[in-house]
């Protein structure tokens, strides 16, 4: 038995690691794909404090690193479910079960679809929903970044240096993502942005070569004669596997205080997926240290 589970090796995951090993408690991690979170494709953080510059995969590297060093176990498990046993916790992988005093789930989240015919089908043939793992496959081509948050003017950005054309698609006339990131787009040459418009069919034989856009505003229709979609559409919370356990609100967010404690005693919930205002990397480490000191609390109460 672990004094403490953590489903996820994300900021969030890792760091509630450090704060539970630092307080000498027992901690597996357990995560289903690779350390690290959506951090990894990321490939310059400049909004972390301290750090001026890293990227992604070094952030999260030094971030496993630090949590083994301290005595963290990590192990590659999909989890499928967490019981609630009272006073202890049964944790189910793939792979396993465990059995912990306490369990902070530290999901995340996973990239939302944008909803289009034949989407799966290109998926790995033109559609993309990681613009620094797939740019360079798009060197001197045409192709459209869709959504208009921070993550699709900053893929937009990212590929203006790689491809010959980047078309912006927005379903709105304004931005959700940062002004700042806005105005270095519109001064890029080869970045075209189109407002109120949808993508309304994927076209080619065995891999994408165009999308069809629908303008919002007058029903028009045009083709964009591109190799890449890169979708940006934002994100959905991985929370499903804890739907029989704990809250979750309409969207899917595991519902939780600052103080990162689910209605479940014991069970706690940190980072992107929990219900919060602002997810950033630094508010997903903070969530980390929170449910970490949290569910220490709990075990020694
Ligand atoms: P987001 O902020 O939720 O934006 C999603 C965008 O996709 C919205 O503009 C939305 O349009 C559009 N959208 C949603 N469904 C769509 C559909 N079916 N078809 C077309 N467009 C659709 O998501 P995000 O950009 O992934 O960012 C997630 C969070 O991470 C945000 O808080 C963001 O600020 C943060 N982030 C921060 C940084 C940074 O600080 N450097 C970088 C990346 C992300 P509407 O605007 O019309 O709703």
């Given at each position: 038995m672990y004094d403490i589970v953590i489903v996820g090796a994300g900021p969030a995951g890792l760091t509630?690691?450090?704060?539970?090993?630092?307080a000498s408690k027992s901690v597996l991690v357990l995560e289903a794909k690779a350390w690290g979170g959506q951090i990894i494709n990321t490939p310059?953080?400049?909004?972390?404090?301290?750090?001026?510059?890293?990227?992604?995969?070094?952030?999260?590297?030094?971030?496993?690193?630090?949590?083994?060093?301290l005595g963290a176990e990590v192990k590659l498990e999909k989890v499928t479910g967490v019981e609630d046993l009272g006073k202890a916790k049964l944790v189910r992988s793939t792979?396993?079960?465990y059995e912990a005093?306490?369990?902070?789930?530290a999901t995340g989240s996973e990239n939302r679809k944008l909803g289009v015919d034949r989407e799966q089908e290109f998926t790995g043939r033109g559609v993309s929903y990681c613009a620094t793992c797939d740019g360079n496959f798009f060197r001197r081509k045409d192709v459209a970044v869709v959504g208009g948050g921070n993550t699709?003017?900053?893929d937009a950005l990212y590929l203006a240096d790689l491809a010959n054309k980047v078309y912006l698609i927005?379903?709105?006339d304004a931005f959700r993502g940062e002004e700042t990131t806005v105005e270095q787009l519109r001064r890029k040459e080869n970045v075209e942005i189109v407002y109120n418009a949808t993508v309304t069919a994927l076209l080619g034989e065995k891999r994408l070569s165009g999308v069809e856009l629908t303008d919002k505003l007058s029903g028009e229709?045009?083709?964009?004669?591109?190799?890449?979609?890169?979708?940006?559409?934002?994100?959905i919370p991985e929370n499903e596997s804890f739907r029989a356990l704990i809250q979750l609100d309409e969207a899917g967010y595991a519902v939780a205080g600052e103080n990162c404690r689910t209605k479940v005693p014991g069970v706690f919930v940190a980072g992107d997926n929990r219900t919060k205002e602002l997810r950033q990397l630094v508010t997903a480490a903070a969530d980390g240290a929170v449910a970490a000191t949290e569910a220490v609390k709990y075990l020694n109460a």
């Open positions: 509630a690691a450090i704060y539970a090993r630092r310059d953080i400049e909004n972390y404090p301290v750090v001026a510059h890293i990227s992604g995969a070094d952030f999260a590297n030094d971030l496993y690193n630090q949590a083994v060093a792979l396993a079960e005093g306490a369990v902070i789930l699709a003017l900053e927005h379903r709105r229709k045009r083709t964009l004669e591109v190799k890449g979609l890169f979708v940006a559409v934002g994100r």
